[in-house]
C-alpha cells in the first residue's frame, strides 16, 4: 500500500521529520512511502503530480507507473493539499484505487471526492472553518493551537481532539497527538 507525500512549500528536510517522527516504523515497513520531490508553485500543480506517480521510466521504486489497482493513501500538507486532491481525484479517474486522503493544514483548499477524506489543522478556527468546503469522517485539531509548521516538522509534539462528525451534532472528542491520530488512520487502513 503506497504512501504518497504531497509537501508544501517548506525545506524537504522538513518532509523527512515527518516520516520519521510522524509515521509509526510498522506501516513504513508495509508499505512504499512516494515523496512528491515538486518544490514551491509545482507543489500546487496536480498534473506534475500525477505525472510523478504515473512516471513508469528512471527510478521505478518510486512511481507507481501501471499499479493502478494498488490502493493508495495520499497524505498531504499545506500547499501540497492542492495538488494531491486533484492528483487523487485524476488517479482515481484513470482506474486507480485511493483508500485514503489525508490533509494536513490544507485550510481554504475545498475537498470532495469519492474516497475517504480526513483533515488535520493546527487550530479550531482552522479544522471549522474549513468544514465547509469538506471535511469527511474522522479529522483532527490541535487543542492547545499550534503554528502552522509544527503539524509537519513535530506531530509527535501536537497534542488535540479527534473528532469524528459522523456520529452527529455534537461529537466525541479524544485527546491524543497528530502523530498518534495519523497512526490510527493507517492501521484503519491497512486492515481493509
Known amino acids: 500500500m503506497p504512501i504518497i507525500i504531497c509537501p508544501g512549500i517548506h525545506e524537504p528536510e522538513l518532509t523527512v521529520r515527518f516520516i520519521q517522527r510522524c509515521l509509526n516504523k510498522d506501516h513504513t515497513k508495509a508499505v512504499d512511502i512516494l515523496i512528491y520531490p515538486g518544490q514551491g508553485y509545482l507543489t500546487l500543480s496536480t498534473f506534475h503530480i500525477l505525472h510523478f506517480l504515473c512516471d513508469s521510466f528512471g527510478a521505478p521504486s518510486y512511481r507507481l507507473g501501471n499499479k493502478l489497482e494498488s490502493p493508495v493513501i495520499f497524505i498531504c500538507f499545506s500547499a501540497g493539499v492542492v495538488g494531491g486532491?486533484?492528483?487523487?481525484?485524476?488517479?482515481?479517474?484513470?482506474?486507480?484505487?485511493?483508500?485514503?486522503?489525508?490533509?494536513?493544514?490544507?485550510?481554504?483548499?475545498?475537498?470532495?471526492?469519492?474516497?475517504?477524506?480526513?483533515?488535520?489543522?493546527?487550530?479550531?478556527?482552522?479544522?471549522?472553518?474549513?468544514?465547509?468546503?469538506?471535511?469527511?469522517?474522522?479529522?483532527?485539531?490541535?487543542?492547545?493551537?499550534?503554528?502552522?509548521?509544527?503539524?509537519?516538522?513535530?506531530?509527535?509534539?501536537?497534542?488535540?481532539?479527534?473528532?469524528?462528525?459522523?456520529?452527529?451534532?455534537?461529537?466525541?472528542?479524544n485527546y491524543l497527538s497528530a502523530s498518534e491520530f495519523l497512526n490510527r488512520l493507517l492501521e484503519r487502513y491497512k486492515e481493509k
Do not use: C
Not at 98 to 107: P, S
Open 85 to 173: 486532491i486533484g492528483a487523487a481525484t485524476g488517479w482515481q479517474l484513470l482506474g486507480g484505487h485511493v483508500q485514503a486522503f489525508i490533509a494536513i493544514d490544507g485550510w481554504g483548499v475545498p475537498l470532495a471526492g469519492n474516497f475517504p477524506i480526513h483533515r488535520l489543522s493546527h487550530d479550531y478556527f482552522t479544522h471549522w472553518t474549513s468544514a465547509y468546503l469538506g471535511l469527511g469522517e474522522n479529522n483532527f485539531y490541535a487543542e492547545p493551537a499550534v503554528d502552522h509548521l509544527s503539524m509537519w516538522h513535530s506531530p509527535q509534539s501536537v497534542q488535540g481532539q479527534w473528532v469524528n462528525p459522523s456520529v452527529g451534532f455534537s461529537p466525541p472528542k
